[in-house]
């Protein structure tokens, strides 16, 4: 952090300045609350093992919080440490490492982890929000159907859309050697290895035709420059009235809509809002091309395309 030190003096002080100052202080004083409450969680999922003096303290900011993790299961506490977690060290490397290349090469295992816990719940939200708006989805899903997770990751989501639809098949692709390690891990523990396949490929060299009723597409982390290439590819791959879901961050207000922006530059993908990323499924040769807003405790949504 040496680029951040404080010069000897520090000049005039206005009223503006009064007012970042405190905004500062304040936003502080939300990021140790972040990781107090990570930690806490953490403990409740018997992740870690902390002192005792350390677990009291962090339980009091829970409690000041006006939080009560007793309820909370210890599989879900994991789930929200890690993507707490993943979010918080993916925004102190925007801080410390501002220089770093936009592209995704995080090799840090509560990163992936935590990115990964982040879009397990768009599983539940396919199922119940999204396949029904789209024609034929919640049928198709409902029996043996092929899905491909286009950035499978640690294969949270994978694992995840197998307990949710566990008479699909499911393929996932990743080019980044030390996430499909995880995965591969990941599903094993899960007694998935039947249902799952991971494997090293990257999107644009896609050869399956005709093979998948849908089609998840990690739209914040595939380069931009790729992405055309990638998403012809997967139309191919797609049978005929299949889906794609193209999955996207997303913002509330102007705040979020800004930090949504940052977020997918920083993890490598293009900047689009819905119709640029519309108009990319229509190029692709997509059609019935459906804009869906999901919760999955960050705000996000999912542009779909279908394949005529
Ligand atoms: C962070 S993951 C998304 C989280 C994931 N659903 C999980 O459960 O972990 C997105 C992935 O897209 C992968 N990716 C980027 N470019 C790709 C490409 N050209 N082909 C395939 N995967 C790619 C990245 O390596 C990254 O692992």
């Known amino acids: ?54 677990s009291e303290r962090v339980a009091g900011v829970v409690q000041a919080m006006g939080l009560d993790l007793s309820t909370v299961s210890p599989e879900r506490a994991a789930q929200l440490a890690g993507l707490g977690g993943g979010l918080l060290a993916q925004s102190a490397n925007l801080s410390a490492r501002p220089e770093a290349p936009e592209t995704w090469n995080v090799v840090d295992a509560s990163v992936l982890d935590g990115l990964g816990a982040a879009s397990a719940p768009f599983a539940v939200q396919i199922k119940d929000a999204v396949a029904p708006r789209l024609e034929g989805l919640s049928r198709r899903l409902s029996g043996e159907a092929t899905i491909l997770d286009v950035g499978a990751g640690v294969a949270a989501l994978s694992v995840a859309l197998a307990t949710v639809f566990p008479t699909a098949r499911i393929v996932g ?14 599903i094993e523990a899960a007694g998935m290895a039947e249902s799952i396949v ?19 597409f990690a739209g914040p982390f595939i380069p931009a420059d790729v992405q055309p290439q990638a998403l012809r590819q997967c139309a191919r791959a797609l049978k005929p009235g299949g889906w794609l879901l ?51 405790g960050l705000p996000s949504r999912i542009v779909a395309g279908r394949r005529g």
């Open 246 to 296: 193209y999955g996207a961050f997303a913002g509330h207000d102007p705040l979020s809509d800004v930090l949504a922006d940052l977020r997918t530059l920083r993890s490598g993908g293009p900047v689009l809002d819905d119709e640029g990323i519309a108009s990319q499924l229509g190029a692709a040769g997509l059609v019935q091309v459906t804009p869906i807003g999901v919760q999955v």
């Open 198 to 216: 991971v494997r090293r490929q990257d999107v644009c060299d896609l050869a399956d035709r005709d093979h998948y009723d849908m089609i998840w």
């Open 1 to 54: 952090m040496s680029a951040w030190a404080m010069p000897t003096t520090a000049g005039p002080t206005d009223e503006s300045t009064h007012q970042v100052q405190r905004v500062l202080g304040d936003l502080v004083q939300g990021a140790e609350t972040l990781s107090a409450l990570i930690v806490a969680l953490g403990e409740r999922a018997r992740l870690i093992d902390i002192s005792p003096a350390l």
């Open 173 to 186: 692709i990743d080019v980044w050697e030390p996430s499909l390690a995880r995965a591969r891990a990941n």
